[in-house]
C-alpha cells in the first residue's frame, strides 16, 4: 500500500526543474538513443557520480565510468611530440545487437520496444555471461552484500540482489514519467543529448548522423553515439 | 594425484581399513566443501578472487576440465564399437564410468558459480535459445542420460547374473543379450556426435563471443575436442591402470602400448591446433591479438604456457612416440599424468589470458565491483586472479564427491569384461 | 522495434519496470562551498534522509543550467558518513591528540562562554581571532561571526586575502576588490586566453560557456607550465615556466605597441596614460603644484593642440572635443613656485618599460618561444573582443600583483576592458559580497575589526601598515569556523608555533578534519542541507538561498544558533537587542538594504528566493567596469561592503592607473608593471631546491573538502601524488608509485610519486587539499608554503581588499625516494 503522504520525485519537482528535464518530442515509436560529445566531456565524472546516486549502486560498483583516452586518469598521452588528452564516458550501449542479450541463459536480459536493453533481476542467476559477451565492459555484479559510505541507500530505485548482474538502465524509471535520464540532465558541460533516434529531426538523431559507435566492428549497433574530440586550430 | 594412488596401498596391506580411511577423507572433504559452498552463499562470491575484472575462475575452469575428461569415456566406447577396435574391450566399461562421473562433476562445477544457484532451475523454466550456456546445459544433461545409459547398458548383463537390483528386473537371456549387443551400436552412434557436441558447445561458450578476442577463432572447438581427447584418455589410461592394480579388471600390456600410441597422436593434434591459433593470431601484428599471446609466451602467464607447451606437450609426445618408452605402461601412465596436467595449464591459460585484460583498457579501467580497503584499488585493466581458500574447498569437495561415486561404482558395478562372454558378444 | 539479433523480444512481458520510489519531499537549495559555483541543487528527502542530490537547473536563463558537479551531487556523503561530527567534543588528551569526549552543548557553551569572557578580560577581546571562510557562501551564517564580532570586540580573520585569491592587480590598477565579468559572457569571445586558469577542472558548472565560444568559432590559448585538462581543449598551449607569467604578459603588451595596434583612445579616456608624472619627484603633477590654491585631486595633461599644460578632474573620464592629451613626450611644465620641471605622460613610463621586453627577453625568462610570443600577440590583438581569464595559477605568487597588471595592461591595450566578451577576469573563490550586508553584519553601525590571517599565522611584519588591527597584547583564542585552517594555512609549521600561545581552540565544523583534532572544544555544524542561508558568486549574477531539506544531523547546529548561545551567556543585553533575529530577518534585512533604487537587491523578496533563483539587479550581461566605459563614470565601481571611498582612494585619478605614485612602489622599482623572478628563490637557492612546488586545486575537492568523500576516492585513488616529469624522476631514481619525500626549509611531507608527462621539467605538482591522514607522512603539503608578505601589500590596508595576498605556488623544494625503511 503506497504511503499516501509520499510523490514522485518528479511531480515533486519544482515546475522550471521539471521542464528542465523533459524528454520532449519523440516520434510514436521511439528507439531511445544518446549522443556524447567528447569534446565537451571534461572528465568530471558528474554523470557518473549522480547515476550511482540515483540508482543506489553500491561502493566498488560504478555503471557509469569516464575513461580517460590518455596514459592514465587525467593524463596525456604523448602522440608524436604532440600531448593530447580526452575523455570517453561509458555505460551500458544498449546495442540493437546486443551480445549479453543473446547468451543470457534464462532472458534475464532483454530488449525492449524502445531500445533498451533492461535488465530483470529477480530472474537473473548471476552466472556472469553477459559481462563476458560485453565488448564493453559496462556490466558489474553484486559480489557481496552491498556496502554504502553511509548507513542509508540512495536514489529513486530498489537496491539489487546479492549475486545478480545491474548495469545502466538508461533510466527507465524517469523516462517512465518523460523525464531524462540523471546523467544527461546532470552534465555540467551539456555533453550528453537524449532522445529518440527514430525522429529524424530531434536533436539527437541530427547530431547522431555526424557521431561515431564504439567497436563498430564487433557489429553490435550501440543506441550510443559519441562525437569526436574538435580539431584544434592555428592561432 | 588420481583415486588409485590411495587405493593400490589400501588393498595391499589394509584392504578394508584403507578403503574406509579413504571414503572418510572423502566425505570429510565433501563436508568442508558444502560449508565452504554455504559460507559463499550467505556472503556472495565476494568470498572467491573473482571481481568484475575477472569474472570467471576456478569453477568455470574445473567445468571446462571436467567436461574435456568426460570425452575420454565414450571415445573408448564409442570408437571400439564403431571402428571395431576390439582391444578396449576389457576398459571399456570403466571408460563410461569415467564419462558418467566426469560429466556429472562438470555439470555440478557451474552451481556453486552462480551468483544465485537457487534460480538455477530458471533455465529450465525461461531458456534462451541463442545461448550457448542454454545448449551446453543441454547437452550435459543429455550426455549424462547417454553416459548413465552406456554404464547401466554395459553392466547389465552382469549384474542379472548376480541377481542385483540394478539389472532392474532384467535379464539375460540371448534375446535380452542381443538388444544389449543393438543398443551399444545404437549408443555409440550416438554418442560419438555427442561428444563431439558437448566439446562444441562448450568451446563454443567461449569462442563465439567477438568481446573477447583471445577466444574469438573458430578454432576453439576443435581445439577443445583435442583437449579433450588428451585428457580424457588419459584419464582413462591412469584409472584403468589404476583399477588393473586393485585387480578389479585385467588386461594386457599391450592396451597400454596402443592406448599410449593412440594418446601420442591426440597430443599431436592439440600440439597442431595450439600452434595453429598462435600463428594465426601473431602473425598480422594487430597489437589487440598479439597482446595475448605476448602475453602467454613472454609476459607474466609464460611460466604456465611453457609448463603446457613443455610438460603438457613435447614430454609426453617423446614418451609416447618412441615405441620403447610406449611399451613401459608405467612411462606411458607418466605421459599420460603430464599430459592431463597440460590441459588443466592449457585451460587454465585460455581463461586467464582471455579475462585479465579488460575490454577497452583505457584508464583506470572496469570497477572492480566490491569496496576497497584501499581506494586506487577500486578500477583496473588487469586483474591477477589467485582463487581463495573457499573456492579450493569448494572445488575439493566436488573432486572428493566425484571420487566417491567412481569408488562407490568400482566397489557395486562389475566393471570386468569376460572373455568368454567377450567372444559370444561380437 | 523488432530487436537485429533474433533474440526474443520480451516487451509486454510480466518484468514490471517499477517507476522511481517516492519521496517525501523534494527542496530547492544552493550548493556552495568557496568554489564560485553556487550551484542550485534538489535535495530529494525519503523517510526524513536526504536520498540524492541533483542541479535544479532552474536558472532563469537557461544557458546556466545545470551547474553543479561531481562534488556537489556526492555530498550526502558528507551529511551521513563516518567523519560527521554528530555531538559537541572537550578535548581530554594532548592539543592535537585527537582525543575527546562527548559533552552536551550546555557545557560547551558554558565553557567557551566563560573562556572567552576570561581572554578578553585579560587581553582584550581582539585578542580572539575568528576565522571564517569567504563569506559569499553563506552571508547569514558566516554573517553571524562578523555580528559577534563587532559586538564583542573580537578580531575577525580575512578569507580572501588568506587564500591568495585577492588579485591585487585589480585594486591597485583599478581601485576595486576584483571585478569580473559573468561566465555567460565567455561565450561572447573572439579569443580567450587563459594564463595560469584550469576552468575544466575548476570552474566545471561554468566552463560549457567557454565551449560555446569555439563552437562559434573563437581560439583559446593556454598558458600553464602543465599539460592541463584545460590545455587539452585549446588550440595552443604555452608551457611557460612558472612564476614567470608577467614577462609574458610585458612582451605581449611591448608586441600590440610595436605593431600599433594601441588603442590609443581608450587609453586617453579611461586610464592614467595622459597624466603628466613629475621627473623630480616621481610624483602625479597636481593642480596645486602648478595653480596656486589649485586642488589635490585634480591631475595635469599635456594638450598637444594648445601646446600647454591641462587640468584633468576626476569627476568625468574622457575629454572634451578641441584636446589632444599627449601619451608620449617630456615636457616642460612651470610650477606655482616658479620652478619649472620636466613631466612624463603616464603612458611614456609604461611605454619605456615595455621596449625592455623583446620577444627574445621574454622567451629566455619564459621558455616560450619568442615567435610563439609574437604569433599570440598578434592573434589576441586582432579578435574582438578578446577575454584574458587569469587563475590561481598565476595570482597565487609574490609578485601576483604585478602579473596582474600586465595583463590589465594588456587587457586596456587592445581596448577590451568593460566591453562583452572582452575583459580582464580573475576568477577564484568566493569571495564577492553582492549585496547590502550592512544591517546584519554591522549592527547599528558597529563593525568588527578585520586583522588579515596572515599576521595571526606568523605575527606582524616590520611593514604592517599601521591600519591594521592587530592586538596589542597578541593572540590568544583562535575560533576556526567552517574552516580547515591546520591544514590549509601556509606556512603550517609556523602556524602551530603559535599555537602555543593560544589558551582556546574552538573549532565549528561537520566533518572530522584535521583542525578539528587540533581544537580544545569542538562544536557541530548543519551542512547547507540543514539550514537555512543567503549566497552569491562571481560567477553569475544570481541570489539564491540555500533552505533546510532536513533536520539537523544529531545535535548539530547551525552558527547563528551557536553565537546566539554563546551571546546569551557573554553578555545577555546584546543578545537580547541583536541576536533574537532568525535567518528570515536577516534576510529580509539584507534585502532591504540593497533594495533601493538601483540598488542590487531592487524589488527581490524572501518569497522569489524560496522559489528559486533571482537575478541581482545588474548590467545584462554582467560585465566589470560597463558604467565606467559606457558612460564615462570614474572608476572605480563600488565593492560591497566596503564605502566607495574606501577603494576609490587606491585610485586617486579615479583611473585605470598603471602608473603608481606610492613612495613603496618606486622605491622598490615597481611603479609601472614589471617583472620579479620569485620571491622564494631568494629563500631557496636554486641548486639544493631546484624544483618549484605548484599547489593547485584539484577537481577532486574544494580545498580540502571532499577529500573524505568515499565515491571521489574510488575514482582517483584517494592518496596524494605528486606528479613528476620523466627527467627529473629519472635523475632522482623515481617511478609511479614510490613514496617520495618532499621538502624545503619550512618542512617536509611524504607522497606518492606519479610520473608524468604533463608536467614540466623543474617543476613538480601536488594538489593541495590532501589531509594529513592521507599523506605517508607529515602534515601536508602547506608545510612547505611561505607565509611572505609582499610589502606592496601593505601599503594600504583594506581586510580583503587591499592585504598580503599569499603566493602559494611560489614556493620551492627538492624531492627524493624514501628511504627503504620508512616505505610502507
Known sequence: MPDPKKVSPVDALPAASRAYGEIGRHSGKPHWGMVVDQERCIGCWSCAVVCKSENNVPLGGWWNRILTDGDALDEPRDERGQLQMAWLPLACQHCENAPCVKVCPVAATYHRDDGVVMMDNDRCIGCRYCMIACPYGVRTFNWGTPERPTPHETGMVAARPLGTVEKCTLCVHRIAEGQVPSCVWSCPAQARIFGDLNDPDSRVARLARDGRVLLEEAGTKPSVIYLSPRRKHEL | ?????????????????????????????????????????????????????????????????????????????????????????????????????????????????????????????????????????????????????????????????????LALGTGVSARELARDERLKSILAWIALPAAILLHSITAWIFGLQISRTFWYSAIMAPLFIASALVSGLSLVILLALTLRRLRRIDFEDRLVAYLGALLGVFVVVEAFFVGSEFLTAAYPGVPDDTGPITRLVVGPYAPLFWTEAIVGLVVPFVILAVSRTRRRPELVALAAGLAIAGIFVHRLNLLLNGLSFVPIPLPPGVAIGASQADAARSFATYHWYVPTIVEWLVVLGVLAFGALLFTLAVLVLPLREHLVEEHADI | MAPADGAPARSGRDHDVPNSLLVDRVVRTTCSPNCTGSCGQLAFVRDGILVKIQQAADYPDPSYSPRGCMKGLSYLNHVYGPDRIATPLIRTGERGSGEFREASWDEVLDKIASELARIGATWGWDSIHIFGQVPGSGYVQKGANYRAAALLGMTHGTSFDFNGDLPMGMPITFGVQNAEHEAKDWANSRFLLLVGSNPVETRIPDVHFIFDALDRGARMAVVDPVFSPTASKADEWLQIAPGTDAALALALCRQIVVDREVDMEFMRTYTDAPLLVRSDTGKRLREKDVVAGGADDVFVAWDERSAGPLMVGTGRLGFADGVQPALLGTHQIRLATGAVVTATPGYALVAAELERWTPER?????????????????????????????????????????????????????????????????????????????????????????????????????????????????????????????????????????????????????????????????????????????TATPLHPYLQLQQAAIEPVGESRSELWIWRELMRRIAPDLAAKYFEMSEDDAIRAILQAGGGAGGPTEGITLEQLRAGPVRLRVADPDVAFVAQIADRVPFPPRSLPAPLEATAAFIPTRRIEFYKEDDAFGRLGEAVPTYREPFDEGVHDRTSYPLTLLTPHSKWRIHSSYANNAWLAEIHGGRPEVFIHPSDAAARGIATGDVTVIFNTRGSVEAWARVSDAQRPGAVTLPEGWWPRQFHRGKGVNELTSSAVNPIHEVRYLGNMWAPSTGWKDCRCEIRKAPEERRA
Open chain 2, 1 to 165: 594425484m588420481s583415486a588409485g594412488t590411495l587405493g593400490i596401498a589400501a588393498s595391499r596391506s589394509t584392504g578394508r581399513w584403507g578403503l574406509a580411511l579413504w571414503t572418510a577423507v572423502l566425505l570429510v572433504m565433501m563436508a568442508a566443501g558444502l560449508a565452504a559452498f554455504a559460507y559463499q552463499f550467505a556472503n556472495g562470491l565476494i568470498v572467491t578472487g573473482l571481481r568484475n575484472t575477472m569474472m570467471w575462475g576456478q569453477y568455470i575452469l574445473f567445468f571446462m576440465f571436467f567436461v574435456g575428461l568426460s570425452a575420454g569415456g565414450l571415445i573408448v566406447a564409442s570408437a571400439g564399437r564403431l571402428f571395431g577396435v576390439t582391444a578396449f574391450k576389457p576398459i571399456t566399461r570403466l571408460a563410461v564410468v569415467e564419462a558418467t562421473v566426469a560429466v556429472m562433476l562438470a555439470g555440478i562445477f557451474i552451481i556453486p558459480d552462480l551468483g544465485r544457484p537457487e534460480r538455477v532451475l530458471n533455465i529450465l523454466l525461461h531458456p534462451n535459445l541463442t545461448s550457448p550456456m542454454v545448449w551446453d546445459i543441454t547437452i550435459v544433461i543429455a550426455y549424462t542420460v547417454l553416459s548413465m545409459s552406456y554404464v547401466w547398458l554395459y553392466t547389465r548383463a552382469d549384474l542379472a547374473r548376480r541377481g542385483s537390483w
Open chain 3, 362 to 534: 621574454a622567451a629566455a625568462i619564459t621558455a616560450v618561444p619568442a615567435e610563439r610570443i609574437v604569433s599570440l600577440a598578434r592573434a589576441f590583438s586582432r579578435a574582438k573582443p578578446a577575454a584574458i581569464l587569469m587563475g590561481a595559477g598565476s595570482n597565487h605568487w609574490y609578485h601576483g600583483d604585478l602579473t596582474g597588471r600586465a595583463f590589465a595592461l594588456l587587457s586596456a591595450l587592445t581596448g577590451n576592458i568593460g566591453r562583452s566578451g572582452g575583459g580582464f577576469s580573475v576568477y577564484v573563490g568566493q569571495y564577492k559580497v553582492r549585496v547590502d550586508t550592512s544591517p546584519w553584519w554591522n549592527p547599528d553601525g558597529r563593525k568588527a575589526k578585520v586583522c588579515p590571517t596572515v599576521y595571526f599565522v606568523r605575527g606582524r611584519t616590520a611593514t604592517m601598515h599601521p591600519d591594521v588591527p592587530y592586538p596589542k597584547n597578541g593572540w590568544h583564542a583562535l575560533f576556526c569556523t567552517f574552516a580547515n585552517l591546520f591544514v590549509q594555512s601556509m606556512d603550517v609549521n609556523r602556524l602551530h608555533t603559535t599555537l602555543a600561545g593560544l589558551d582556546l581552540i574552538v573549532v565549528v565544523d561537520h566533518q572530522r578534519t584535521e583542525t578539528v583534532r587540533w581544537a580544545d572544544i569542538v562544536l557541530p555544524a548543519t551542512t547547507w542541507y540543514e539550514k537555512t542561508d543567503l
